[in-house]
């Protein structure tokens, strides 16, 4: 089992910043892809940003791509995800995820989300 624990969401205004971060326990951090999913009122759960174990590859949504980054720390046994150019097309519920590639099929692991919420 691997226990993961997103924070970092809020109340941001379009045009700003907002990093998560997921903190990860359980089994070997570092033996998981992990990945960034989010889920818009009245939307099925999307895809956002996965990256490999080493932090060597990572992958991104179209709408994602130039705004946001995905990286992570193994020693910290933590994923984040920096977001910026916040539109409010943002605003969703974002999940971490950790899995054993980074196809976003392949996620078995999921926290319990944290809100972020984009002002126009």
């Known amino acids: 089992q691997v226990q993961l624990v997103e924070s970092g969401g809020g109340l941001v205004q379009a045009g700003g910043s907002l990093r998560l971060s997921c903190a990860a326990s359980?089994?070997?951090?570092?033996?998981?892809?992990m990945g960034w999913f989010r889920r818009a009122p009245g939307k099925e759960r999307e895809f956002v940003a996965t990256?490999?174990?080493?932090?060597?590859?990572?992958y991104y949504a179209d709408d994602a791509k130039g705004r946001f980054t995905i990286s992570r720390d193994n020693a910290k046994n933590t994923v984040y995800l920096q977001m910026n150019s916040l539109k409010p097309d943002d605003t969703a519920v974002y999940y971490c995820?950790?899995?054993?590639?980074?196809?976003?099929?392949?996620?078995?692991?999921w926290g319990q989300g944290t809100q972020v919420t984009v002002s126009s």
């Open positions: 359980g089994r070997t951090f570092s033996n998981f892809a």
């Open positions: 995820a950790a899995g054993i590639t980074t196809a976003p099929g392949a996620f078995g692991f």
């Open positions: 990256i490999d174990w080493s932090g060597g590859s990572t």
